[in-house]
Protein backbone atom coordinates (compact mmCIF):
# COMPACT_ATOMS: atom_id res chain seq x y z
CA UNK A 1 0.00 0.00 0.00
CA UNK A 2 1.51 3.19 -0.89
CA UNK A 3 0.94 5.99 1.81
CA UNK A 4 2.78 8.79 0.48
CA UNK A 5 4.53 9.96 -2.46
CA UNK A 6 3.97 8.63 -5.61
CA UNK A 7 5.66 4.89 -7.29
CA UNK A 8 5.44 2.94 -9.77
CA UNK A 9 5.32 -0.99 -9.44
CA UNK A 10 6.73 -2.84 -12.00
CA UNK A 11 5.73 -6.41 -12.46
CA UNK A 12 6.00 -8.39 -15.75
CA UNK A 13 2.88 -6.79 -17.00
CA UNK A 14 4.73 -3.41 -17.50
CA UNK A 15 4.95 -0.28 -14.85
CA UNK A 16 1.92 0.72 -13.39
CA UNK A 17 1.54 4.19 -11.52
CA UNK A 18 0.65 3.75 -7.56
CA UNK A 19 -0.72 6.89 -6.17
CA UNK A 20 -1.14 7.15 -2.53
CA UNK A 21 -3.91 4.88 -1.09
CA UNK A 22 -3.28 2.18 -4.27
CA UNK A 23 -2.65 -1.70 -3.06
CA UNK A 24 -1.20 -4.33 -4.93
CA UNK A 25 -2.19 -7.57 -3.85
CA UNK A 26 -0.40 -10.77 -5.22
CA UNK A 27 -2.09 -14.27 -4.61
CA UNK A 28 0.07 -16.81 -2.64
CA UNK A 29 1.73 -19.45 -4.47
CA UNK A 30 1.96 -16.93 -7.81
CA UNK A 31 5.49 -16.13 -9.09
CA UNK A 32 5.12 -12.85 -9.83
CA UNK A 33 8.66 -11.17 -9.50
CA UNK A 34 7.86 -7.41 -9.17
CA UNK A 35 9.28 -4.09 -7.13
CA UNK A 36 8.34 -0.54 -6.51
CA UNK A 37 10.31 2.12 -8.24
CA UNK A 38 10.06 5.67 -7.42
CA UNK A 39 10.57 8.28 -10.36
CA UNK A 40 9.55 11.46 -8.98
CA UNK A 41 11.93 12.68 -7.02
CA UNK A 42 10.08 13.11 -3.92
CA UNK A 43 10.09 11.06 -0.75
CA UNK A 44 7.49 8.18 -0.80
CA UNK A 45 6.71 5.63 1.72
CA UNK A 46 5.04 2.03 1.27
CA UNK A 47 3.39 -0.33 3.62
CA UNK A 48 4.05 -4.38 3.20
CA UNK A 49 2.11 -6.83 4.92
CA UNK A 50 3.14 -10.55 4.70
CA UNK A 51 2.87 -14.10 6.32
CA UNK A 52 5.96 -15.61 7.77
CA UNK A 53 4.90 -19.13 6.13
CA UNK A 54 8.38 -21.17 5.92
CA UNK A 55 6.96 -21.96 2.45
CA UNK A 56 6.62 -18.18 1.29
CA UNK A 57 9.25 -18.18 -1.17
CA UNK A 58 10.49 -14.64 -3.21
CA UNK A 59 10.93 -14.97 -6.76
CA UNK A 60 12.91 -12.48 -9.16
CA UNK A 61 11.56 -13.30 -12.18
CA UNK A 62 13.70 -10.49 -14.36
CA UNK A 63 17.44 -12.86 -12.95
CA UNK A 64 15.53 -16.37 -12.98
CA UNK A 65 16.10 -16.49 -8.76
CA UNK A 66 14.01 -17.88 -6.24
CA UNK A 67 14.51 -17.10 -2.53
CA UNK A 68 13.94 -19.46 0.00
CA UNK A 69 13.16 -19.22 3.65
CA UNK A 70 16.96 -18.65 5.17
CA UNK A 71 18.51 -17.04 2.34
CA UNK A 72 18.94 -19.75 -0.42
CA UNK A 73 18.98 -19.58 -3.86
CA UNK A 74 17.89 -21.64 -6.77
CA UNK A 75 16.79 -21.22 -10.29
CA UNK A 76 13.27 -21.33 -11.19
CA UNK A 77 13.05 -25.08 -12.20
CA UNK A 78 15.28 -25.98 -8.58
CA UNK A 79 18.91 -25.88 -9.63
CA UNK A 80 21.01 -24.34 -7.02
CA UNK A 81 22.07 -20.70 -8.46
CA UNK A 82 25.85 -20.25 -8.42
Request: overall charge negative; glycine content about 12%; aromatic content about 4%.
Amino acid sequence: MVLSGALMLIEEGGPVAMPPGDIAVFPAGAPVGHCLRNDSGAPASFLVAASRDARDVCHYADLDLVCHLGGRLTRRDGTAAD
